[in-house]
């Protein structure tokens, strides 16, 4: 099991989409991916950047909650200030392309509940949702129903290759409840089961992913809930 800070980027007010994806890549990731204790890297580009409701994730995987916690911060600290050499050069990067404030971001451990790619999520589609409970749930109750009754139907969706579930570390500071990712190899598939970027309340006719809809009104504040439907990118993989 693996510890994950998933950031979800917002650009500055003075550059386009391009311009942002641009500098993520070319100055950016250089730094990011030697961030000390960074195991895995993936990005995630929008297939449709006018819909998204973000212009890009970045997905840095570590062994340990401390090493994270060290390099990116913990969830309750969100203007963080690393001491190693690395991290604290991509900390003063950050503030040349992202709106830091406006970034929401995840710290949490992935579970893998569905595996037919053997972990190679290169070039994937995939549809993350960022998940916040109804008002009359607890934090755990949440996480019971979304595992024990949702999960088992969310995984049987007609065309998902590989399907993680992410649960806070710190619950009582994180900024969401968990992250679902469906990961598809054809996009016209993940649109089929779980609707575009510019159609947030979809309705699957038929199949796993219709009852995957249906059964989401039982657990999740829906509005509430941002998602990002992308094309993922792995930057490193040292595992």
Do not use: C
Not at 128 to 155: C, G
Not at 163 to 184: K, Q, R, S, W
Not at 190 to 219: H, I, M, Q, T
């Amino acid at each position: 099991m693996m510890y994950k800070h998933v950031a979800l980027l917002v650009r500055q007010d003075d550059m386009s989409h391009e311009e942002f994806v641009d500098y993520w890549q070319t100055n950016h990731t250089p730094i990011a991916k030697d961030i000390e204790g960074v195991v895995r890297y993936q990005q995630v580009l929008p297939t449709e950047p006018a819909h998204a409701e973000f212009d890009g994730l970045a997905e840095l995987y570590f062994e340990t909650l401390d090493d994270l916690h060290e390099a990116l911060g913990s969830p309750g600290s969100r203007d963080y200030d690393p001491t190693k050499e690395v991290a604290a050069k991509a900390r003063k990067d950050v503030n040349n392309f992202l709106a830091v404030e406006e970034r929401p971001r995840i710290i949490g451990e992935e579970i893998v509940q569905k595996d037919e790619v053997d972990g190679d999520t290169d070039g994937l589609y995939k549809h993350s949702a960022f998940l916040v409970r109804q008002d009359d749930m607890t934090h755990e109750e949440f996480v019971d129903y979304w595992q024990t009754n949702h999960t088992p139907i969310a995984r049987e969706i007609e065309g998902v290759v590989k399907y993680n579930t992410v649960i806070p570390t710190d619950p009582e500071n994180a900024e969401f409840d968990g992250v679902a990712e469906l990961y598809f190899d054809d996009i016209e598939k993940l649109y089929d089961a779980l609707g575009s970027e510019g159609s947030r309340d979809y309705a699957p006719d038929r199949g796993k992913a219709k009852a995957a809809r249906e059964d989401v009104d039982n657990f999740l504040a829906i509005d509430e809930r941002p998602r990002f439907i992308g094309q993922e990118q792995l930057v490193k993989d040292e595992g």
